[in-house]
């Protein structure tokens, strides 16, 4: 299958998607993006390794620490995003889609990715 054609969904598929609830079908829509921007599911990610990841901002904040934080979420997982020395960055609110590059770490039990490279996907 290259890069132009659609992907094709089995029968169970389309049944599972049809009685899922719309948190998951959101997930599901979620995963198949960054999939289909090449990214790897959060799922996949290992910490200390630099990843690329795409996803759905759900929520930014100033943190505790001198930054901007923000929350990813890609359908299989999530991360938080800090920008050190940042208050604010116009693009990144709540509903924007990333692709994002950094190196994966752990911090307090979460995923985290410190000053992240970022592209705007809509």
Request: net charge negative; with cysteine.
């Amino acid at each position: 299958m290259t890069g132009q054609e659609p992907r094709r969904t089995s029968l169970g598929d389309r049944l599972r998607r049809m009685f899922s609830s719309p948190e998951q079908q959101e997930a599901q829509d979620r995963a198949e993006a960054a999939r289909a921007a090449g990214a790897t599911p959060l799922s996949q990610c290992h910490v200390r390794q630099k990843v690329t990841v795409s996803g759905t901002v759900t929520s930014v904040t100033d943190s505790t620490t001198p930054g901007l934080e923000a929350v990813l979420e890609d359908g299989t997982g999530s991360v938080n995003l800090v920008w050190m020395g940042r208050r604010r960055i116009e693009c990144v609110t709540p509903g924007r889609d990333l692709l994002v590059t950094g190196r994966l770490s752990e911090e307090e039990g979460r995923q985290v990715i410190f000053n992240p490279e970022f592209e705007i996907l809509n």
